[in-house]
């Protein structure tokens, strides 16, 4: 019963990313938005013409460093100044000189791993099955396939037009991409 | 300006995804390999058993004495610390400033950097008097009510030091993601693609996700930037903020991420010349990378000569009697021999690069390596035992002389770096696959124009 049911979307290969890049832009004067290209390496310009998303990274590397810097002198604060205040060679409580290597250290420590936690939940990753990895050829998009894939939740798909206009692009192949 | 190509452009994304996977995926385990793996194993043992009889004993095992209360363990602690400096230079820096050739060697770099840290990791955990409350340097609620204390240099290394750590290790790792995509995709047997596949994390190379990709990759690489100054500068502090003499001193911080690099480039020699040999990698790490990190070396290793000379001038201009007699000491002294010996190997013999022959002659420069990690680490075991062996007060100078087990941890230790490499050299890619490809992909649009 499985080919009844509405496929996850039509995948085609190219294999050349400048046959790639033209044909995704086609797709979108076409009016498709909800697809996506698998690449071996990034392309540049692919991302704009699949039509570009709002890119939340930097914001958040951002924040995650200065929530590290924030914490890092806090604590330092915190430490010397209200819950245990001692005076050492004399100087201020609050010297906060000697308190930036460690505010810059942990600053960096929270921005390099929001950098990295970001970019995985962003991208949604750990996803060890994805339905694209049903297509036989898809491991090929690893080593040297280029792929665009129309989902079936894009208003404009149908099942029998978005197949004759991916094989209208002279791709390598089309291939069907089984639901979830 | 015509330059030697960094690829073969007539290599394809499918060849040269293939050669490199290749290593992991299909060559046999080669009597070489394992030869070399046992060897660095034994080396290991060596470690544990140091380790063993260290904290059976503890540290009076060393030849440590009032006044020299760091010998060999600071002097690895630094030299470990510094070697690892390279790998984040050529993954970061260099990529912030678009040198090319940094791809096929950056990865290879990165994991040295780990292996590098984690045996710089062991020296200060374990120069403790009471090793198994390490834990006590880390800021923890505890039921005694105390804090470490932030205003100490070394209390900043704790923090610099596993940053740092924490940093290359995640910095490493989402460099491995799409070339784990790759072993997942082209391995066969079930096990690995089981396990290339978990670590993979599903990646599949989606347009929106290599753009995220490539931003946290910069961001990395800008963060990463100014952590590894921060590093050995902290690292430099640790003596500069005492008042050893000998120690005092301001052009540390910049004398030692001079010195750290050209150790750090160094060791890439070292390890990289013999690789690219076994493995055939010379189409990937070609003469030209050889040439730009003999370039790099004899650079920072200018640097470091200038750093020599100012340390020696400032003990001389500064007319203090102490200062005075530390030059003298380290000229003429017990160790002078060692210091000597240093200034040959890092400031003398490496002035051999500046022969554009020299640095096309692979076995020339890992001879040249070699010495220059010999000097390196002779400088940073000058740097503490002779400036501390001399204290004030005449009543209290001694002498450091190693026992046997300063000398196994040290060699331990480097069994423990080998073992770490040989290990990823044969289950993960030595070489970035994906940038790789992206390399061939612009220096084919190269050849096009």
Redesign the interface.
Known sequence: MSNLRTPYGWMAEFDR?DLLLSATRLAYQTGYRKM????????DG??EA?GE?K?W??LL?LLG?MAGALGGFG??YF??VI??PLI??G?PYN?WP??I??T???A??A???M??L???A??D??????P??SVPR???????AFFLCIESRDPHFDREKTREFLEGLKPVGVYEVAPW | MTQRPLIDPNFSYATVTDKISSIVLTRKISANWLLGLAAAFGLLMVMLLSLGVLFAKGVGVWGLNNPVGWGFDITNFVWWIGIGHAGTLISAILLLLHQKWRTSINRFAEAMTLFAVACAGIFPAVHLGRPWKFYWLFPYPNTMGLWPQFRSPLLWDVFAVSTYATVSLLFWFVGLIPDLATLRDRAEGKLPQLIYGILAMGWRGSARHWRRYETASLLLAGLATPLVVSVHTIVSWDFAVSLIPGWHTTIFPPYFVAGAVYSGFAMVLTLTIPLRQFYGLKEYITERHLDNMAKVMLATGLLVAYGYLMEAFMAWYNGSTYENYMLLNRLTGPYAPAYWLLLVCNIGIPQLLWRSSIRANPLALFVIAIIINIGMWLERFVIIVTSLHRDFLPSSWGMFYPTRWDIGLFIGSLGLFLSLLFLFIRFLPIISIFETRELLAEEQERLHE
């Open positions: 990313p996506d290209a698998y690449t071996p390496l990034p392309i692919l991302e699949l998303e890119n990274l930097p590397v460093g604590m330092q430490a010397n819950q245990y050492i060679g100087k010297s000697a308190f290597p460690i810059f250290e942990l960096v420590l921005a390099a791993g950098a990295v970001g970019m995985l962003l991208n990753l750990p996803t060890p099955y994805h694209v990895f898809f491991e090929l998009a690893s080593r040297q």
